[in-house]
């Protein structure tokens, strides 16, 4: 059951890194708004903020469609129930994720390859596989815990 959570978890999150990515391919100027240039020299950081929100929109949207339905909720109270139940989840899948693609980029491929990988690249799809079990790793606990607490319903 925990693991079904956190797969659940980190489906709607990683359809919203997959989308914030390729929007920032199409739109270079998301990234500006979200840092790059300014707050962050290095675009991958105003990268990972909008990667998070829109991570976190899908999460709760997956989230929402399994709990409203389950409970008979309305839907304000659907959304509450979604936050709710995988606001922490999704914050700690991302963290992971995050991290492992951390160390992929800056301590694997800028050192071999004098940069990191692009999101146009099969490098950068092969190092957020293997992030992605960064952050099955970093919500497994969480996800144990709010199933644990009731907050989150068994799958």
């Given at each position: 059951m925990v693991g079904k959570g956190a797969s659940h978890c980190g489906a709607g999150c990683t359809l919203g890194d997959l989308v914030a990515e390729w929007?920032?391919?199409?739109?270079?100027?998301?990234?500006v708004a979200f840092g790059w240039g300014s707050l962050f020299q290095e675009k991958t950081f105003a990268d990972w903020i909008?990667?998070?929100?829109?991570?976190?929109?899908?999460?709760?949207?997956?989230?929402?469609?399994?709990?409203?339905?389950?409970r008979?909720?309305?839907?304000?109270?659907?959304?509450?129930q979604a936050l709710k139940a995988d606001a922490a989840s999704i914050s700690a899948w991302q963290i992971g994720m995050y991290g492992v693609m951390a160390l992929i980029q800056f301590a694997l491929w800028r050192p071999l390859y004098g940069a990191i990988a692009q999101p146009t690249?099969?490098?950068?799809?092969f190092a957020m596989q293997i992030a992605m079990l960064g952050g099955f790793a970093t919500a497994y606990p969480v996800n144990?815990?709010?199933?644990?607490?009731g907050v989150k319903e068994a799958m």
């Amino acid at each position: 059951m925990v693991g079904k959570g956190a797969s659940h978890c980190g489906a709607g999150c990683t359809l919203g890194d997959l989308v914030a990515e390729w929007i920032i391919v199409v739109a270079p100027a998301v990234a500006v708004a979200f840092g790059w240039g300014s707050l962050f020299q290095e675009k991958t950081f105003a990268d990972w903020i909008f990667d998070f929100l829109l991570a976190f929109l899908f999460g709760v949207a997956f989230q929402y469609f399994t709990i409203k339905p389950m409970r008979d909720l309305s839907v304000k109270e659907g959304i509450l129930q979604a936050l709710k139940a995988d606001a922490a989840s999704i914050s700690a899948w991302q963290i992971g994720m995050y991290g492992v693609m951390a160390l992929i980029q800056f301590a694997l491929w800028r050192p071999l390859y004098g940069a990191i990988a692009q999101p146009t690249s099969p490098e950068f799809w092969f190092a957020m596989q293997i992030a992605m079990l960064g952050g099955f790793a970093t919500a497994y606990p969480v996800n144990a815990l709010l199933l644990k607490a009731g907050v989150k319903e068994a799958m």
